[in-house]
């Protein structure tokens, strides 16, 4: 038989499982050997069927992984309105946030609300060897002060990880931070003064926010699009128009929507606010979290004016409860350490030593490679589940990286309702309004899909989409 009809044949039925549910989003497709072998057709036969789904974008390939199910095609949140980008800088007005943080400290709950990976998808026991050791090594240096910028040698292997990106950076522009909200404090603390204008994206992570009111800076909002990211254009011209300060940007995976930022419109991005003196501080969280293992550049990569203080974090892809972060201070290092020691004085000794023996003892590439591997299938499950059983009119973001997912309900249904509706159910979800300045998404909400796929998590979806259903019945009526 000619090799056209057999890889047509062998596509086909593949493609009746996948759609008649045999083979479920984010399942991996069995390997090119093994279906060679099983089904007795060539390679290169395997191959081009594979090939085929992929370009229907039934399938997707993913680097040293293999083939897996991709879920539906389901809409995209839809693109924000200029509204969001022409109104005047204004202090933050949403104070909602603590409340809702105080409910979502239980412990009873399945937390869908968490954008951190669950203990089983990380290092755990490694990272708790490796403190042990710490720990017994040398008490009395593991329990005392560190240097207020740092450990050298946890500095020095911050910038080696960077080179494997394109950036020379010198370990003595790194201070290690009590995580990377502490970093963006602080350069936020060094960059401005109260009363100040500083440039957000729209929608963007809370915690930001919060850091922006507690230094009583104003806020003005450039729209952040789910399938190209921040939009540069606009970032243009805001900064024509605005006597803007910083800007606090999340190009990478941005958290809520999960966007990555064009690698074009990060350079466009880095010259515009080089142009106007603004200083950007990088939240660059999430860039080691790409689905595909290939890490995106960051900010710094484009800066030829020091303009750029990258914010980062083991916090995602190690250890949340380590609080181990840094900034790259560039010329501002000197007073970014000062800041440093008029707040937290150093950072925790142990973990530091931790993290450094256990990145001198096991390999981080791999750590990574599957906690990258997990996310993603996450992702693809849980965007399948909200396809299946979720109201018509409801849209999901399909993020390249990260763990969030930025769900739009359907028009009658407001994010605040189905979060109270949630807890009782013991279900913690985000409501939209926490991720503006202004409380705006009010149909929107936050779904973290850093706990892995399994019955409970299956069910907690399905009983989010009955209590849509019925959050929309009753707003109809």
Aim: proline share 6%; charged share 25%.
């Amino acid at each position: 038989m000619p090799r056209s009809l057999l890889y047509e044949r062998l596509a086909e039925r593949l493609r009746r499982q996948i759609r008649g549910g045999t083979l479920r989003a984010g399942e991996r497709l069995p390997s090119l050997r093994r279906l060679h072998r099983d089904q007795r057709v060539s390679l290169a036969t395997v191959l081009e069927a594979y090939l085929q789904l992929e370009r229907e974008g039934l399938v997707e390939a993913r680097p040293r992984s293999g083939y897996y199910v991709r879920a539906p095609a389901a809409s995209a949140p839809r693109a924000l309105t200029a509204r969001h980008a022409t109104r005047s800088p204004q202090p933050v007005r949403n104070p909602a946030l603590l409340g809702v943080l105080d409910v979502l400290g239980r412990r009873d709950m399945i937390p869908l609300h968490a954008a951190t990976p669950a203990p089983e998808l990380l290092p755990t026991a490694a990272l708790a060897a490796a403190t042990a050791r710490a720990l017994r090594r040398d008490p009395g240096a593991a329990l005392g002060y560190a240097v207020p910028q740092g450990l050298p040698a946890l500095r020095a292997r911050i910038a080696l990880r960077y080179a494997r990106c394109g950036l020379d950076i010198d370990p003595d522009e790194i201070v290690v931070t009590a995580g990377a909200m502490e970093a963006i404090s602080l350069a936020l603390r060094a960059s401005t003064r109260p009363g100040d204008v500083v440039l957000l994206e729209t929608p963007t992570y809370y915690g930001l926010l919060q850091a922006v009111a507690a230094q009583g800076l104003r806020v003005i909002e450039v729209p952040n699009h789910a399938t190209t990211g921040i939009d540069a254009r606009r970032v243009a011209e805001l900064l024509q128009r605005h006597p803007v300060r910083a800007a606090v940007l999340v190009p990478n995976f941005n958290n809520p929507l999960g966007s990555l930022t064009r690698e074009a419109d990060k350079q466009a991005l880095v010259a515009a606010c080089a142009a106007h003196g603004v200083v950007i501080i990088e939240d660059d969280l999430y860039g080691e979290l790409a689905y595909s293992g290939q890490r995106p550049s960051p900010l710094r990569r484009y800066d030829r004016d020091d303009a750029v203080v990258t914010c980062g974090s083991y916090s995602k892809m190690l250890a949340p409860g380590m609080r181990i972060g840094w900034m790259l201070g560039g010329r501002r290092t000197a007073q970014l350490l000062r800041a440093k020691c008029f707040t937290t004085v150093a950072t925790a000794t142990l973990p530091q030593l931790a993290i450094v023996d256990y990145l001198s003892r096991h390999d981080l590439d791999r750590a990574l490679r599957r906690l990258q591997r997990a996310l993603a299938d996450n992702a693809q499950r849980y965007r399948q589940a909200l396809h299946e059983h979720w109201p018509a009119g409801t849209r999901v973001s399909s993020p390249a990286g990260g763990m969030a997912l930025w769900v739009e309900l359907p028009e009658r249904v407001e994010g605040q309702a189905l979060f109270e509706a949630a807890l009782a159910h013991g279900i913690g979800t985000l409501p939209g309004h926490l991720f503006s300045s202004r409380g705006d998404y009010r149909h929107h909400l936050r779904l973290s899909c850093g706990l892995p796929w399994d019955a409970r998590v299956e069910t907690a979806l399905r009983t989010l989409g009955s209590l849509v259903e019925r959050l929309a019945a009753d707003r109809g009526r």
